[in-house]
């Protein structure tokens, strides 16, 4: 018993010097502060690609503009006018599913007596405007004609664009990142280094939209053909990306 009890007083001192020992070899590790990671050196780019394409649809915005003394008769006025302009536009061979209002006003028409200093009402005028989505664009000037022919008064506005721009955006995305890496890898070669890699990439926007043309409003049954020329259009993509700057003699 009592040779027992030696043992155990001879080991917990051993023990507790262990212990001590340890803590003292931890110490100064736990003292150093945490090495913070720190990211390569980065470089940022935004560039553009664009695409040109030819368009093939334009939009037509046209209608007809009436007056009378009273309110339902214009409206009738314009009604029938109407009418007659759009089966002026389906004979020339536009479907139904093409042809949209986009625009119906009731106005009065107000003439100023400087005797009494107010206001008289003088008749009303209506107005009604249709948008023509037409395929191919070379049927654009026939569809103008056929309508003016027809009655038409007012012819607000012509755009054209891309029926699908997805191949002509997709072209676009490549060009822009090409460019991108180019001007990185100038940037990286400018800086005494090399580009290592891409670290990332977004596409921030995407501009395709329709190209607006003027057009001469024309009252003349008789007139000469409207001519209308497209031209072409861009398709613009912007991207942002981001390179690994690799510094010589650096690890890979």
């Known amino acids: 018993m009592s040779m027992l009890r030696s043992l155990r007083h001879a080991i917990l001192p051993a023990v507790a010097i262990a212990a001590a020992s340890a803590a003292l070899v931890a110490s100064p590790l736990a003292a150093?502060?945490?090495?913070?990671?720190?990211?390569?050196?980065?470089?940022?780019?935004?560039?553009?690609?664009?695409?040109?394409?030819?368009?093939?649809?334009?939009?037509?915005?046209?209608?007809?503009?009436?007056?009378?003394?009273?309110?339902?008769?214009?409206?009738?006025?314009?009604?029938?006018?109407?009418?007659?302009?759009?089966?002026?536009?389906?004979?020339?061979?536009?479907?139904?599913?093409?042809?949209?209002?986009?625009?119906?006003?009731?106005?009065?028409?107000?003439?100023?007596?400087?005797?009494?200093?107010?206001?008289?009402?003088?008749?009303?005028?209506?107005?009604?405007?249709?948008?023509?989505?037409?395929?191919?664009?070379?049927?654009?000037?026939?569809?103008?004609?056929?309508?003016?022919?027809?009655?038409a008064n007012r012819v607000a506005g012509l755009s054209f664009e891309v029926k699908d721009p997805t191949p002509a955006r997709e072209q676009a995305i490549t060009n822009a990142v090409a460019r991108a890496r180019r001007e990185a890898e100038i940037a990286a070669k400018a800086a005494g280094g090399e580009v290592a890699g891409l670290l990332e990439l977004n596409v921030d926007s995407y501009d395709a939209s329709p190209r607006p043309m003027m057009v001469m409003e024309s009252m003349r049954a008789d007139a000469a053909s409207t001519p209308i020329s497209e031209g072409t259009q861009a398709v613009t993509v912007s991207v942002t990306t981001r390179w690994a700057f690799r510094a010589p003699g650096s690890n890979p």
């Open 32 to 151: 150093q502060p945490m090495m913070q990671h720190q990211p390569p050196p980065q470089i940022t780019i935004t560039a553009q690609g664009d695409v040109q394409v030819t368009p093939d649809r334009a939009r037509i915005t046209l209608g007809v503009e009436t007056e009378a003394k009273t309110a339902q008769e214009a409206a009738q006025l314009n009604a029938n006018a109407q009418t007659r302009i759009v089966e002026a536009v389906r004979k020339a061979g536009i479907p139904a599913a093409s042809i949209r209002t986009t625009g119906y006003n009731v106005a009065p028409k107000q003439q100023y007596l400087p005797e009494t200093r107010t206001w008289r009402v003088d008749g009303y005028q209506v107005t009604n405007l249709v948008v023509i989505v037409v395929e191919p664009v070379a049927k654009a000037g026939e569809v103008i004609d056929a309508a003016l022919n027809a009655g």
